[in-house]
């Protein structure tokens, strides 16, 4: 009688565990704060943004960049103004940049880890942040050190605040290592794609979809450079431009020209 009592709080752990995972995997927390369908996104530039709609725009900012260096993190805070209404749902944007694009090794340690999540916790106490999203193209040995960088951060976030992460393209295409992170969304940016361009070009422009079911809730693009395929309205879009953004140029994203 025990033993099939064990084995039935045993299955009943399962069951829990399962639908735990679904559940956290199924959630867009994005979604239920109501964010617009589009996003600009605001890098390191005097950027005004008043005239933006807040029904149909919202704004993720480049708050910081946090550098992997030997066992420390270098801090480098956003230095230029950011204007916008009041109104405007922002996402704080936090640059990870480590040895893949340094050249300088770092050891990826517990102490970092911590560092790390402290700093982008920060982030969230600038004025009218509502949403967290980390850009870090996680080379294939880094990649276990950032899974648990966002579930150290997903335990200390507030239950409703949102967490995005930036992702190359070919991470949604040839990888499964996105499917059971914490997070609400992965953006593929389809725009500097480098060497994989064409391939993943070709691959969307086909008809196909990228493999990581995270990475079908939005989708990143450039103003200047265009792309083919078109995707589910339902998806959010994020757009980044070479340049301060001025009004004509959302002006033409609102009457699909980009």
């Not at 102490?111 to 949403?131: F, G, M, P, Y």
């Not at 050190?145 to 190359?168: C, G, H, K, W």
């Not at 939005?218 to 265009?226: H, L, Q, R, T």
Request: aromatic letters at 8%; proline letters at 5%.
């Amino acid at each position: 009688m025990n033993l099939k009592r064990k084995l039935a709080a045993l299955m009943l752990a399962l069951v829990s565990f399962s639908c735990s995972k679904t559940s956290i995997q199924n959630r867009n927390r994005i979604d239920e704060n109501n964010f617009p369908q589009t996003v600009l996104w605001a890098w390191e530039r005097p950027e005004e943004l008043e005239f933006l709609d807040p029904r149909q725009f919202a704004v993720a900012f480049l708050a910081q960049t946090l550098v992997l260096k030997g066992d420390e993190v270098v801090f480098q805070p956003r230095h230029q103004p950011l204007k916008v209404r009041p109104e405007v749902k922002l996402m704080a944007v936090t640059r990870i940049e480590s040895r893949k694009v340094t050249g300088a090794p770092s050891a990826l340690s517990p102490a970092q880890r911590e560092r790390l999540v402290e700093l982008i916790l920060k982030s969230r106490e600038l004025k009218n942040v509502s949403a967290i999203q980390i850009d870090f193209d996680a080379a294939s040995s880094e990649r276990e050190f950032y899974r648990r960088l966002l579930q150290d951060l997903r335990e200390r976030l507030p239950d409703n605040v949102p967490l995005s992460i930036t992702a190359l393209a070919s991470f949604c295409v040839g990888d499964r290592w996105l499917e059971d992170l914490p997070i609400d969304e992965a953006v593929p940016m389809i725009f500097r794609m480098g060497a994989d361009d064409q391939t993943i070009k070709s691959f969307l422009g086909s008809g196909k979809d990228f493999h990581a079911p995270i990475c079908r809730r939005s989708y990143g693009i450039a103003v200047d450079e265009p792309v083919k395929m078109s995707f589910d309205r339902s998806r959010r879009r994020y757009v980044f431009n070479v340049r301060a953004w001025a009004e004509q140029d959302v002006l033409s994203l609102q009457q699909g020209t980009r």
